[in-house]
């Protein structure tokens, strides 16, 4: 008997300016294609049964008034920021010891601060004081082997401090944005807290960041025409194969998304657990322009990228 499900999240939680973007991005007419293999096989255990897929018009609607808000007619369109990490930690830290400090915010800063414009293209800039103090009261406390309630006496010293550059992943891709860069003695490279002011973001209040859960790219001059490239059986009416359908909500806000698979069983044998990548053909029914592409089942803004080759 074949089930409905929507397809599962993937991702993590923290950012480096390597890491790479997610997103997802589809319409109502839909074309399918794999681009890695899961095969079947007897010998492996059964996977639990999914969990059932919400309604599908309940949850369209539920996420399309989550940002029901958005500015998407604003003269300059708010960043908002996948899973809302405006801060990159620094590559690696000389210590274990150091890097309890540095998750504990035991950061000992300048006596000084360097001055800063008021703007940067376009955006409003916070000071490197507010920077600093981003970077200290989001602190999460770590223990340590040698306590509990982390690394006593060991702190971090900031040895500079300067306007820059960083990336950080948004909803139209990374982008390297302003930043204030702080470096620590010992470590390898630097914390960068994203300098574009608050009043310049967006995102609902409440909503819980969560990792993007698919990736898309739009293809050419038109952005009605994008690729989804997302994780499940391979797509297919065979055994250990799936059926994928999508819908799909808009308003002058946002296009919520809702993508289902609905696996065709393993026949005789049992499918294995590995993922596939499923690559989808996708047409809106109309331009995204500055609306926020919205995965459906977690309301997570998901990211959208321009194809590096136009093909129209």
Do not use: K
Not at 10 to 25: D, H, I
Not at 89 to 102: I, L, M, R
């Amino acid at each position: 008997m074949n089930t409905t499900r929507s397809t599962g999240l993937r991702g993590g939680r923290r950012f480096t300016a390597g890491a790479a973007v997610a997103g997802l991005a589809v319409g109502l007419a839909v074309t399918a294609g794999v681009t890695g293999v899961a095969g079947c096989s007897s010998g492996a255990p059964p996977a639990a049964p999914a969990a059932p897929a919400p309604p599908v018009a309940p949850q369209l609607r539920a996420a399309l008034q989550r940002w029901s808000a958005f500015p998407a007619t604003a003269a300059v369109r708010p960043l908002v920021l996948v899973e809302e990490l405006d801060l990159n930690e620094p590559a690696a830290f000389p210590s274990g010891a150091d890097q309890h400090a540095y998750d504990d915010g035991a950061i000992t800063m300048p006596r000084s601060w360097p001055a800063g414009p008021g703007q940067a293209a376009g955006l409003p800039l916070i000071s490197a004081a507010r920077a600093a103090a981003r970077l200290t009261t989001t602190a999460t406390p770590t223990p340590s082997p040698s306590s509990p309630s982390g690394s006593p006496g060991t702190r971090l010293i900031v040895t500079r401090v300067e306007l820059g550059t960083a990336v950080f992943s948004t909803d139209r891709g990374q982008q390297a944005l302003p930043a204030w860069r702080f470096s620590f003695r010992g470590a390898t490279g630097t914390a960068d807290v994203l300098a574009v002011a608050t009043a310049s973001r967006f995102w609902p209040a409440g909503l819980r960041p969560l990792p993007p859960r698919e990736d898309a790219t739009e293809r050419g001059r038109s952005t009605r025409t994008l690729m989804l490239t997302t994780s499940g059986e391979p797509a297919g009416t065979g055994p250990c194969q799936a059926t994928y359908t999508v819908r799909q909500a808009s308003s002058a806000h946002a296009v919520a998304l809702y993508v289902v698979e609905t696996p065709h069983g393993g026949g005789s044998g049992v499918c294995a657990a590995s993922a596939a990548q499923v690559t989808l053909t996708v047409t809106l029914p109309a331009p995204l322009g500055n609306r926020v592409l919205v995965d459906a089942l977690t309301f997570a803004p998901i990211p959208v990228t321009q194809s590096l080759v136009s093909s129209s």
